[in-house]
Every structure is written in C-alpha cells, then in structure tokens.
Nanobody, 123 residues
Framework: QVQLAESGGGLVQAGDSLRLSCAANGRTSYVNVMGWFRQAPGKEREFVAGITRSGTTTDYTDSVKGRFTISRDNGPNTMYLQMNSLKPEDTAVYYC????????????????WGRGTQVTVSA
C-alpha cells in the first residue's frame, strides 16, 4: 500500500502562485510514476501533470504548459507542483496519484490517490 497526502492548496488571486506538495509513504518502491489531476465542480477529473521516478520524463496538459512545473524528490518521496500565473479556470480540487508505470496521462496508470487539496483562484 502507498499513502499519499497533498498539501499547499488555498485561496489566491489571479496571477498569483501556489506550490502543492504530495508526500508518499508506505511501499514507495512500487512507485515509478506520479501525477497531478484536478476536478472542478461538475466536471470530470482531468490530468494536469505527470512525472517518472527519475524525473527525466514529464508531461503536462496543454492548458498549464509554461505555467506549472512538476518535480519530485525521491529522498523524502515527495512530489511538487509549482503553479504560477494562476487563472480562475485553475480552480479545482487537486489530487496526487501514484502508480507502477504506464502512460502519464491515463487515470488507469495510477493505483493510489490522495484525498485532494482545494485550489481556488479569484478573478
């Protein structure tokens, strides 16, 4: 089992920045890929960004490219999402996810999910 815990969400204004963190505990040797997804009210959960264990491969959904940066630190088994130039449309609950491997954008790649952290961006 792998336990994931997100932190760092909050209420900010458009143009501000936030840094989300996801701490992984438990059987972390199983985790080769990690990702961030988000779900806005009334919408499907969508892929935001993903990263491999080595950090050499990353992927982003088009709407966040150039604004968000995903990274991970395998020492403390923590993943980060630096979010800059936030927009109201970034408002959502952000979920951390972990898996053994597979396409970074696919929800089915991820076996473990955190409980989410709320990000609210006001205009």
């Amino acid at each position: 089992q792998v336990q994931l815990a997100e932190s760092g969400g909050g209420l900010v204004q458009a143009g501000d920045s936030l840094r989300l963190s996801c701490a992984a505990n438990g059987r972390t040797s199983y985790v080769n890929v990690m990702g961030w997804f988000r779900q806005a009210p009334g919408k499907e959960r969508e892929f935001v960004a993903g990263i491999t264990r080595s950090g050499t491969t990353t992927d982003y959904t088009d709407s966040v490219k150039g604004r968000f940066t995903i990274s991970r630190d395998n020492g403390p088994n923590t993943m980060y999402l630096q979010m800059n130039s936030l927009k109201p449309e970034d408002t959502a609950v952000y979920y951390c996810a972990a898996g053994a491997g597979g396409p970074l954008r696919a929800r089915t790649t991820y076996d473990y999910w955190g409980r989410g952290t709320q990000v609210t961006v006001s205009a």
